[in-house]
């Protein structure tokens, strides 16, 4: 369900018994190069987080294998004690070897680890919301995630985790972890390009089920489109803005992360998130992933 008692675009959301607001933040870079290690900037990490509070964001997207550790001590040195509004979500089910890469890490075992981990180092005794990776960095992958959702469905029976959403999964994934466990959120790479999860994002709307959408302008390999530079030239607006406030209207079960690390581009990105697009841009830009 959506209200509109928060000043910043788009209103809240509620996740379980979790109030969020639409416009959340992506702790992702601040992490590191290839969000590997410490980030070149602490202090300025540091403020990040602060100035994401102070603006009214009640929704930070993380994980303890974002550095590893890194962004979840981060968000602990700047932000802990937490206050009672704000809602951390976290991602369990990958891991990092020394190379940097992304190997899963979906075993139960690996999940309670993965937990234990993410409540060390926010520093809280349970975690809000717990995402399980179940595809690759961009898409899913094929066969059961019952294993690893049972799991996790154990340990919020322990008082662990709150709530449970899942990330970088099929339709049918969703609907076997929904056999399992009740599911407050689905995570997806998903922007004004990258369309196929259209079906999904409508269907959980209808059931009241947050969906983040993540690279909201293609991430690892940025979008180029001829069609969104000229909305946003239009506008006189930036590209990012464009295509965070046509994720706002898409549809009202939709979260943002966008993730930065620097103040001046996460205001920019709460600000820009507030544009209103006209039935002709959205028009326009629905053609993109057409």
């Known amino acids: 369900m959506t209200t509109s008692t928060n000043s910043l ?18 702790a992702m ?19 990040v987080l602060r100035t994401a509070v102070e603006l009214g964001i009640t929704h930070i997207d993380t994980s303890d294998f974002y550095g590893p550790h890194v962004t979840n001590r981060i968000i602990k040195e700047a932000l802990h004690p937490y206050a009672d509004s704000l809602t951390i979500v976290t991602k369990v089910g990958a891991r990092r070897d020394a190379e940097g890469g992304w190997p899963h890490a979906r075993a139960p ?17 349970v975690l809000d919301v717990v ?35 899942i990330s970088t999964a099929s339709a049918e994934q969703v609907r076997e972890a929904q056999g399992i466990a009740p599911v407050v959120c689905v995570q997806n790479m998903y922007n004004v390009a990258r369309r196929e999860d259209d079906e999904l994002v409508d269907a959980l709307a209808e059931q009241g089920i947050a969906y983040v959408p993540y690279f909201p302008l293609g991430g690892f390999t940025p ?27 898409r549809s009202p079960n939709i979260l943002l992360i966008p993730g930065t690390s620097s103040v001046a581009h996460l205001r920019e990105n709460v600000a820009g998130a507030g544009l209103t697009l006209s039935a002709e841009d959205v028009a326009e830009l629905d053609a993109i992933g057409r």
């Open 9 to 26: 675009p788009g209103g809240t959301w509620t996740m379980g018994d979790l109030t969020v607001t639409r416009v959340g933040y992506g």
């Open 29 to 47: 870079q601040l992490a590191g190069p290839g969000v590997f290690g410490p980030p070149a900037d602490h202090e300025g990490a540091l403020a």
């Open 109 to 125: 075992h690996e999940l309670r680890q993965a937990v234990h981990d993410n409540l060390d180092n926010l520093g809280v005794d």
């Open 131 to 165: 995402n399980f990776r179940v595809g690759g960095l961009d898409r899913p992958e094929e066969g059961s995630i019952a294993e690893g959702f049972e799991a996790l469905a154990a340990m919020q029976q322990e008082g662990l985790i709150r709530h449970l959403g």
């Open 223 to 249: 979008l180029q489109s001829s069609a969104l530079s000229a909305v946003a030239a239009r506008l006189e607006t930036t590209p990012m803005a464009v295509a965070l406030s046509w994720l706002l209207q």
